[in-house]
């Protein structure tokens, strides 16, 4: 008996048996038409579509609520506390969401400041750019036709481009300092992903040691007992 897995073992034949006919086949059929990152793209782009869709339906829905029934040229504290929360709860809600399919960024300079910061690939970077944008306009259109009077939902006080660009193009009116709440937001980016860079490069994880650690290091005299 002994003898005999002897020769089993020292067959290569037995230890590598050959594929049955028809796996090839079926394994291409699995992984479809494209590549795994060409799937991921496409995977990602729809994420930021959808997921920023949601986000700012949500957002400029409760918005036009609060200035339909209290204009918005006389604000008061309940009404910008609504429409901040609406914000507030609909990115916490549709990132929590969308994180494990696109990252859930919803912003083209969150994106802008990860691909500078390479921490997002620049091919996905730009290819989620506009996805972003057209989930913006689809909820300030969706918003527009689903809700009665006209689209009231301000740009101000934005670091969202895309929150900014699509109740300005469903209004066709784009204000003339609407440019700052592209170049606000992209400058911000810019600065954001060079502080990132200079922590990274000057080791920050060394800076204050053990932050990471449940309990004290043993070896570090300033921590122990």
């Known amino acids: 008996m002994q003898k005999f897995f002897n020769r089993r073992q020292a067959d290569p ?18 992984n479809g038409i494209f590549s795994k990152t060409v799937r991921g793209h496409l995977v990602a782009m729809s994420g930021e579509f959808v997921g920023t869709t949601m986000f700012l339906f949500f957002a400029f829905g409760g918005t036009q609520i609060a200035n339909t029934i209290t204009p918005a040229s006389a604000p008061d504290l309940q009404q910008l506390l609504f429409i901040s929360l609406s914000f507030g709860f609909s ?10 399919i696109s990252g859930g960024l919803f912003n083209p300079a969150v994106t802008l400041g990860m691909m500078i910061s390479n921490t997002l690939p620049w091919t996905r970077g730009l290819l989620l ?18 809700f009665p009077g006209p689209l009231a939902v301000n740009t101000t006080l934005s670091h969202n481009p895309t ?9 066709r009116n784009f204000p003339g300092y609407h440019w700052i709440y592209w170049l ?3 400058f911000g980016a ?10 990274k490069y000057s080791h ?9 650690a449940s309990h004290p290091s043993e070896d570090d005299p300033e921590r122990g007992e």
């Open 204 to 212: 920050y994880e060394e800076a204050n040691p053990g932050q990471d």
């Open 91 to 100: 990115l916490a809600v549709t990132a929590w969401v969308f994180y494990r």
């Open 190 to 199: 810019i600065l954001a992903a060079g502080y990132y860079k200079f922590a």
């Open 13 to 30: 034949s037995q230890r590598n048996p050959a594929p049955l006919e028809g796996n090839e086949n079926s394994e291409s059929k699995q």
């Open 129 to 146: 750019l506009p996805a972003q944008m057209a989930g913006g306009l689809v909820a300030a259109g969706l918003v527009s036709c689903m």
């Open 184 to 186: 606000g937001p992209a």
């Open 163 to 171: 929150r900014s660009f699509g109740p300005c193009a469903v209004n």
